[in-house]
């Protein structure tokens, strides 16, 4: 008997129809977008160690896997170039036939409208330092160098097809001088999906190999530091008042309470990334015998939901369709 006569919330458990009745949170095809990897030159899809089930696709599978996303309703997909050469400055972002703009256009011709293609706008992938900007002669990081670099590169990105361009990269005012450039060429309709709120995260472990990263040392004068949260707000104010149309949070899991406040805060739709290493662990501990995978699964992208994020991207995103079914 509880504390107050007749008071019983288990009656609302009672069975699967009655907890569908009564869910708060929905986990929908068109809130999920899958993140993938192209990779320049190659013949076959190149798995990932440490993100089993992901691989960097051949422009083939990648069109295959576009294709399969669009298929399921999935809200998009967010495409990442691994390019075979590269240099300091990272021209390979702004070469039209570069490998991510090339991908670009193959996504939008076999998607069509049905799916939007987003693409990644950072130097990382680029740059044989692996530093997301360009450097000074000191060496660090030149945040406005680089936003001259992320204005060529958006408009590049948009005259290949993008329907979202994504800003990656935490330079100070990247997300204006992005909107700037795609308005000056006649891309007023182009959205800015901007990364807002980036930490310095020690969960993009897996990613370094996904892209084939040449970073040594770490990003930690440019993202954020763990233990801030004010700073993120104050990151998605500037990103708003740049013109940000979507803002989003990343990493996801360990900032839900960062990816709340942001929800709480804006009048733009909020996006976060359920990320390399966040996929890893449930792999991981899944393939040991730890944890249900699919239960795992299904429960972390709802707790990103849940925590205030209307689109997920997650490297389980098609699958978590089928799971869904
Ligand atoms: C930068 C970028 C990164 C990720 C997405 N965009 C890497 C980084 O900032 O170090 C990480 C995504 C993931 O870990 O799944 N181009």
């Known amino acids: 008997m509880s504390g107050f006569p007749g008071v019983r919330p288990r009656r609302l458990r009672s069975s699967a129809a009655m907890r569908r009745l009564v869910a708060e949170t929905t986990l929908e095809p068109r809130q999920l977008i899958l993140p993938m990897f192209i990779r320049e030159g190659a013949r076959e899809p190149i798995a990932i160690s440490s993100m089993p089930g992901v691989y960097q696709h051949t422009r083939d599978t990648a069109r295959k896997a576009v294709a399969e996303a669009a298929q399921l309703g999935l809200g998009g997909v967010m495409l990442f170039g691994v390019p075979t050469s590269k240099d300091p400055e990272g021209s390979g972002a702004l070469d039209p036939d570069g490998i991510l703009n090339v991908a670009i256009r193959d996504a939008v011709s076999e998607a069509g409208d049905d799916l939007l293609v987003m693409s990644d706008l950072c130097l990382d992938e680029f740059t044989s330092h692996g530093h997301c900007g ?26 290949a097809g993008a329907h979202i361009v994504g800003p990656s990269g935490m330079m100070d005012g990247q997300v204006g001088a992005v909107r700037t450039a795609l308005d000056g060429a006649g891309f007023q309709d182009t959205v800015i999906l901007a990364y807002a709120v980036k930490y310095a995260s020690a969960f993009f472990g897996p990613f370094r190999e996904a892209v084939g990263s040449s970073l040594t040392g770490d990003r930690k004068t440019y993202q954020q530091d763990p233990s801030n949260a004010r700073d993120a ?58 944890i249900d995978r699919e239960r795992a699964i299904l429960e972390t992208l709802t707790s990103i939901r849940r925590a205030g994020a209307d689109m997920i991207l997650s490297y389980w995103a098609a699958e978590a369709v089928h799971l869904l079914r």
Request: glycine share 6%; proline share 2%; net charge negative.
């Open 134 to 159: 360009v450097l000074d002669s000191a060496g660090r990081v030149d945040n406005d160098a680089t936003l001259a670099i992320y204005a060529e590169m958006g408009v590049a990105q948009a005259s």
């Open 233 to 290: 707000i104050r990151e998605v104010d500037l990103d708003v008042a740049e013109g940000a149309d979507i803002v989003m949070v990343k990493p996801a899991l360990a900032y839900l309470d960062i990816i709340r406040q942001v929800r709480d805060h804006v009048n733009v739709p909020v996006a976060a990334y359920n990320i390399s290493g966040e996929y890893a662990m449930v792999e991981a501990a899944a393939a040991n015998g730890w």
